[in-house]
């Protein structure tokens, strides 16, 4: 039997492995990419630390028995908004640099000829 | 909280919110005006934050509930001797960048100069005033957010190359602080310093793994913005690329990672937590040492004055933190006289050096002999005063800093070492501006001919503005009696948090128990 909370907790494993990854490439759109992987996996696993509670509801309810955790998702919420905010930042800030120095890696230095 | 003080403190991190927004929607296209707005809120600021040193100065934590939401539920700004020192010095030094940015017109070089410099405060002053973790990490992309706006401020190949390092390195340190928060709260339930202090203290001995591995993974993200090794690769690169008058105001961003390293070790992670007591230390003194190595070693790496500032930074640092690390009173107040005197004396550095870059036409600030060039005179008094300042010799407040700093770890077990690097890496600091000074005055006095100008700007006002900060440091060195018995008091405050709970969660909490 596979409980939800294997499912979720490999389910952030494999977001994190897939941004570390990522964000570890010399480009910028990998990059990029990764850093949006890791906040993925980073706004599941605020979530999860609310613990995971089915068909509850978050604030007061008469007929409610039991409640789940408001204040991660309120955290979530404002993670989301940060991440969302800071990836378009990143996009332009990386196209910018590009289009200014012809180069499209992290590191700043010009393409190997190898590479291209 | 008294209603007086409560309206310091929430007119601190209000005022650079509203003004921020304000010359951003109104004086958009008025840059006299905006001028004058910056320059005034930076002003009052300084008046705010010299209010709040003279109360916290009474002894009394006192903790402000925002929205009147009673802590642990709400989120509370707390004013503690700790917190009003760093909004005096973020003050000043803001006020003293503001004039030199004006000055010299740095703030005519691209747009939102004004608007990204207040928000850049609000965020500082949040993140010292916040008695809450997560309300921490917000006020930390704030300041983030603003500072990438600020090192990308007049742009430039090199700059956007620097900045897309800068900027993705903080999104991960960012990363890794949400995972560090969402860890604690799930153990603890709770976001609230104080109370996080309370049930850490309390925690079963099942919770300690995890409560230890969110303490080091917090203060790996504030190491990272301390730039303590090996996190520091960013910092001589981003420094270096921008103007000179951000980087004077990037030398209090490192001293927030500093803040947050101290806040958090020793209230949450604190002597009455147990087996969590201080879990990082270990690892932030061999960090340290490597820091003040690297950092002084690394400036006869630099091939130009901003690299040597930069790296100067990074000793800093590195001699702030070994203080630091060994966490005892002794060690803790003069760590904080430290703090104070670093932060200026990086940004006087910076200024100066900045100075010096724009009167040398296209050798900028290349350390190669070269033409004389305008005010080289009062220039080279100034650099000599700058890096006296920044290596710690008498008679300025780092010879005052480093005295009181070895003293002050003389009981811990690694004195030995702290000793040792501090002493050595004091020579070689001397070695290496001796030999930028005398490349760039000394040697090239000799040359025939001065570089010529076509225009100048802020040939005075941009002299005084570095001056002042000069003068700010001889003034720290004269009241230094006065400011080692506040910052002693200041690190006994920490030391016993159970005033900081009880003025956070109310006396019946009973402090830590």
């Known amino acids: 039997m596979i409980s939800l909370e294997l499912l979720v907790a ?107 | 909280m008294n209603l007086i003080v409560s309206y310091w403190v929430v007119a601190s991190v209000l005022l650079p919110a509203v003004m921020g927004a304000a010359i951003l929607l109104f004086l958009r296209h008025q840059l006299v005006l905006s001028r004058f707005a910056s320059i005034g809120s930076c002003a009052m600021l300084v008046v705010a934050a010299c209010v709040l040193v003279n109360e916290a100065d009474g002894g009394v934590i006192q903790s ?82 603003a500072s990438y706006g600020l090192m990308l401020h007049g742009q430039g190949a090199e700059r956007l190359k620097a900045g897309v390092r800068y900027v993705i390195i903080n999104l991960v340190g960012s990363t890794l602080f949400l995972v560090g928060v969402g860890l604690l709260y799930g153990v603890t339930g709770t976001l609230n310093m104080a109370d996080l202090a309370v049930r850490v203290a309390a925690a079963p001995p099942g919770d300690h793994g995890l409560i230890a591995a969110s303490a080091l993974l917090l203060t790996t993200v504030f190491a990272l913005k301390a730039a303590l090794a090996p996190l520091h690769f960013w910092l001589p690169g981003a420094y270096a690329a921008t103007t000179g008058t951000v980087a004077a105001l990037f030398a209090i961003m490192t001293k927030v990672g500093a803040y947050s390293i101290i806040r958090t070790n020793t209230l949450i992670f604190g002597d009455a937590a147990g087996d969590l007591a201080h879990v990082a230390a270990p690892w932030i003194l061999p960090a340290a040492l490597v820091t003040t190595v690297i950092g002084f070693v690394g400036l006869f790496a630099a091939r130009g004055l901003r690299d040597l500032a930069a790296w100067a930074v990074v000793g800093s640092m590195g001699t702030l933190l070994c203080a630091v690390s060994v966490f005892t009173v002794e060690a803790m107040g003069p760590a904080l006289f430290y703090i104070l005197h670093s932060t200026l004396a990086g940004a006087a550095l910076f200024l100066v050096v900045d100075l010096i870059a724009k009167r040398r036409a296209e050798h900028g600030d290349a350390i190669t002999v070269a033409p004389r060039f305008r005010q080289i005179e009062l220039l080279s008094g100034l650099f000599f005063l700058a890096a006296i300042a920044t290596v710690g010799l008498p008679p300025l407040s780092g010879f005052v800093g480093k005295l009181l700093v070895l003293d002050g770890v003389r009981a811990s077990p690694q004195a030995v070492w702290i000793w040792a690097v501090i002493l050595t890496t004091t020579v070689l600091a001397v070695l290496a ?43 720290l060195t004269v009241l230094a009696g006065p400011v080692t018995a506040y910052t002693a008091a200041a690190a006994r405050q920490l030391f016993e948090p159970a005033g900081y709970i009880d003025a956070v969660l109310g006396p019946r909490s009973g402090g830590r128990r």
Request: net charge neutral.
């Open chain 1, 10 to 116: 490999s389910a952030i494993a494999l977001l994190t492995a897939a941004g570390v990854y990522l964000v570890l490439h010399r480009r910028t759109f990998p990059v990029v990419l990764g850093l949006a992987f890791l906040s993925y996996a980073i706004n599941v696993f605020l979530f999860a630390m609310g613990r995971l509670v089915i068909d509850r509801p978050p604030i007061y309810d008469k007929a409610a028995e039991g409640y789940t955790d408001p204040l991660p998702q309120a955290l979530v919420l404002t993670a989301i908004v940060i991440a969302f905010g800071m990836t378009a930042f990143v996009v332009v800030l990386a196209l910018r640099s590009f289009l200014e120095t012809g180069v499209d890696r992290v590191d700043g230095t010009p393409d190997a000829e190898s590479d291209r």
């Open chain 2, 64 to 145: 402000y509930a925002v929205g009147n939401w009673r802590a642990p539920f709400g989120i509370v700004l707390v004013l503690d001797r700790l917190s009003a020192m760093m909004l005096l010095v973020t003050a000043v030094l803001a006020l003293i960048v503001m004039v030199y940015a004006i000055s010299t017109g740095t703030d005519r070089k691209g747009w939102h100069f004004h608007p990204l410099f207040q928000f850049q405060l609000l965020g500082l002053n949040g993140a010292f005033l916040t008695g809450d973790l997560f309300n921490l990490f917000v006020f930390f992309e704030v300041l983030l957010i």
């Open chain 2, 433 to 475: 501006f001796a030999r930028a000074g005398s490349t760039i005055f000394w040697k090239s006095s000799a040359i025939e001919g001065e570089i010529t100008l076509r225009s100048l700007r802020g040939k005075r006002g941009g002299v005084a503005a570095a001056a002042a900060l000069l003068l700010t440091l001889a003034g």
